[in-house]
């Protein structure tokens, strides 16, 4: 069940970003207070904000199940979930070297969650 859990908050950790990404694309984005405002009436972000509140409070409840060294290095499916959501929703391109990355990234987190 904590391995769910865990899962179910990197995901959601994935898609605040894909979320976040897509509140600022194409807007020029800058640390000014119109740019800054008009970033917080955003559906995306509010939506990214909110993915990131349910993340964080599953991963406490990940934290107190498991060891630090064994639940930590799961984040990094994160990088494997944000590349398959930047491949989907915004047609970023699929390159060999990125794609063995992530299965080695998949990898070391098996192996390590395994140990």
Avoid: H
């Avoid at 000014?32 to 939506?47: A, T, V």
């Amino acid at each position: 069940m904590v391995y769910l859990l865990a899962l179910l908050s990197i995901m959601l950790g994935a898609v605040a970003q894909l979320l976040l990404k897509m509140s600022v694309t194409g807007n020029g984005f800058a640390l000014r207070l119109p740019e800054l405002s008009r970033l917080l009436f955003d559906w995306r972000f509010m939506g990214g904000a909110f993915c990131y509140l349910l993340s964080l409070l599953f991963w406490l409840g990940v934290l107190s199940r498991l060891e630090l060294s064994k639940a930590y290095p799961m984040v990094a499916l994160g990088y494997v979930f944000a590349f398959v959501l930047g491949w989907m929703v915004l047609d970023e391109p699929l390159k060999p070297l990125r794609i063995l990355g992530l299965l080695l990234i998949a990898v070391g987190v098996i192996v390590i969650s395994r140990s």
